[in-house]
Nanobody, 123 residues
Framework: QVQLVESGGGLVQPGGSLRLSCAAS????????MGWYRQAPGKERELVALMRSGGSTNYADSVKGRFTISRDNAKNRVYLQMNSLKPEDTAVYYC?????????????????WGQGTQVTVSS
């Protein structure tokens, strides 16, 4: 059973910083892309940042220059360093990973989600 567990959310003032962490555990063969999504109240879930296994990245325009995604492949972890936070960054942040594993005797790649961690930016 593959699991993604996030940590690092919380309450921060505008202009502050937070670092989110996500760890993948369980039985799997390899992790391909890992990333972060967020969902604010009344809005759809959106991509924040993504890092592929080769190291290439994608960022939402709204976070470019403020957020940085990184990975520790040896520890099966992905991080999101968030600087210069704004109230509009307030959302539940979800870790996401495309993981290749043996499921029910079959080799397959599936998308997994963490449980989410709340980030609130407010004075």
């Amino acid at each position: 059973q593959v699991q993604l567990v996030e940590s690092g959310g919380g309450l921060v003032q505008p202009g502050g910083s937070l670092r989110l962490s996500c760890a993948a555990s369980g039985s799997f063969i390899t992790i391909n892309a890992m990333g972060w999504y967020r969902q604010a109240p009344g809005k759809e879930r959106e991509l924040v940042a993504l890092m592929r296994s080769g190291g290439s990245t994608n960022y939402a325009d709204s976070v470019k220059g403020r957020f940085t995604i990184s990975r520790d492949n040896a520890k099966n972890r992905v991080y999101l360093q968030m600087n210069s936070l704004k109230p509009e960054d307030t959302a539940v942040y979800y870790c996401n990973a495309d993981i290749f594993a043996v499921v029910g005797g079959w080799h397959r790649s599936d998308r997994y989600w963490g449980q989410g961690t709340q980030v609130t930016v407010s004075s």
